[in-house]
């Protein structure tokens, strides 16, 4: 069985990009405002300007890309996820600002209780792989925020899970209660549990915030994505081969901080970059564009022998509506089939993924397993070729009691729960619903019957006292 693949870009244009890149990054440079990072360039040789700006030789960014693993594995409390060539995972979407309501379907700010919520419909949905910090809740300090939506991930699921890499003591904070429930800091640094966050914010600049973070993730060996936000046509260059050029500098570059903060750290190459709509003046992630960036950036990872993070199945609609399924299902597929390993946003977003929507993320689950069907393509050997069981029905007969037919059923189709296939008069005697109503039936379904598994006592109790301990000093802090 073939996995099924497309291809954006020839050999040829992926060494272009490269060569261009490599132009970018050691003549024109990129401003780092993190002064640890800025050491870490001197000490390697690296030119440091006045103004923060870096212009790093094409052999020390060599050097950087093969001490990236080309593969690692990311541990949840009983889940694991084995990103390599050739798999690819799903994920909820990501700290969205707004969320529809279950009950009333109006626009409102998130609580704790909502990423508590989405914590567990994530766990319980079967093609979600990974769950994000869903939503940012409004109801907790900022100060706390980090704490919070750690301890709520770790008892609400056992899949992996986010961390937070924004500033280097929210991203220690984040370490020092994970090493708890990994049972110690050299076990987190043997089987690591963190998938951090790094945004180099277009064109060309690595925040203090972040690349603290980075740097904290590096050193204890935590997996952190590398990932521009660059719009192009405003922040980036308006042709895509452009935009893929400053992206790629933006990511090695933060793959250099990374590697020789400490060589080996896992390294996912990123994108969340999309066109701007120019007659909106909005991020139009749903645009056709927007796949096409996800399959370039899958083949430019793979070029580097690193693996790599597309957003898939994002939509610039503010409800469950055709146009969210349109884009969605083409973001989706575009990133799965050109190999991006790692699809983050895949499920319950909205709104550019200013939204979150508990009946969009049951939808979502939906498609996710339809593009794992069709990644699987078909099986094609003896028994598949089913030429017995064709001489056996010949002409005019049916194959439906056949005992190849029963075998196959499960193993060859995807069979959904939420799509309705009834025929018009049952659908009519059903309740005639739509599917966004029957998703919500079933996010309702599941948050009131599903329950994770819970934390280990002894594990509860320390995390617990840990974020005690955190929150007096933090709170004194402010």
């Avoid at 020839?10 to 261009?20: E, F, L, Q, S």
């Avoid at 050997?381 to 005019?396: F, H, P, R, Y």
């Avoid at 439906?400 to 069979?415: A, F, G, V």
């Amino acid at each position: 069985m073939s996995i099924m693949r497309i291809r954006i870009l020839n050999r040829g244009d992926i060494c272009r990009i490269d060569v261009a890149t490599m132009e970018v990054l050691e003549k024109i440079g990129i401003k780092i405002f993190e002064d640890e990072a800025l050491r870490i360039m001197r000490r390697i040789g690296v030119e440091v300007g006045d103004n923060k700006t870096v212009r790093i030789p094409e052999y020390i960014v060599r050097e950087a890309i093969k001490k990236a693993p080309s593969s690692f594995i990311l541990f949840g409390r009983k889940h694991r996820l084995k990103i390599e060539p050739g798999n690819t995972y799903f994920s909820m979407q990501g700290t969205s600002i707004h969320i529809l309501d279950l009950e009333t379907g109006l626009r409102r700010e998130p609580t704790l209780r909502d990423l508590e919520n989405f914590c567990r419909l994530a766990d319980a949905l079967e093609n979600i792989h990974h769950v994000s910090i869903a939503v940012e809740p409004k109801d907790v300090k900022i100060e706390l925020l980090h704490v919070y939506e750690l301890l709520t991930m770790f008892r609400n699921t056992t899949k992996t899970i986010d961390g937070n890499t924004y500033g280097g003591r929210t991203a220690m904070d984040t370490v020092r209660l994970t090493s708890i429930v990994a049972g110690g800091i050299e076990e987190l640094m043997k089987k690591p549990m963190l998938l951090g966050f790094h945004n180099p914010v277009s064109p060309l600049q690595h925040s203090k915030e972040l690349t603290e973070g980075l740097i904290v993730y590096a050193k204890y060996r935590q997996p952190v994505i590398i990932a521009p936000e660059a719009q192009a046509g405003a922040t980036a260059p308006a042709t895509l081969a452009g935009l893929l050029v400053q992206q790629n500098a933006e990511v090695l570059s933060g793959l250099v901080i990374a590697e020789f903060t400490n060589p080996g750290t896992p390294i996912l190459y990123g994108t969340v970059s999309a066109p701007l709509d120019m007659r909106t003046g909005n991020i139009a992630l749903g645009a056709i564009e927007t796949g096409l960036i996800n399959a370039a950036t899958a083949e430019i990872a793979s070029y580097y022998n690193l693996p790599s993070r597309g957003t898939g199945g994002v939509t610039d609609s503010k409800i469950p509506d055709i146009q969210a399924g349109i884009e969605k299902a083409l973001t989706l597929l575009m990133a799965a089939m050109a190999g991006i390993n790692f699809i983050y946003d895949a499920s319950g977003s909205l709104e550019s993924t200013l939204t979150a929507s508990y009946e969009q993320a049951v939808i979502d689950n939906e498609i996710c397993g339809m593009v794992n069907r069709a990644l699987c393509g078909i099986e094609v050997n003896d028994e598949t070729l089913a030429l017995d069981v064709i001489s056996e029905v010949g002409s005019g007969g049916h194959y439906l009691s056949k005992k190849h037919t029963i075998k196959y059923l499960k193993r060859e189709y995807y069979i959904p729960k939420i799509i309705d296939r009834d025929r018009r008069e049952k659908w009519i005697r059903m309740g005639g619903r739509d599917l966004w109503r029957t998703a919500r039936e079933e996010a309702m379904r599941i948050l009131a019957e599903h329950r994770p598994e819970p934390l280990d006592k002894d594990v509860e109790n320390e995390l617990v006292k840990l974020v005690g301990e955190m929150e007096k000093k933090l709170t004194r802090n402010h």
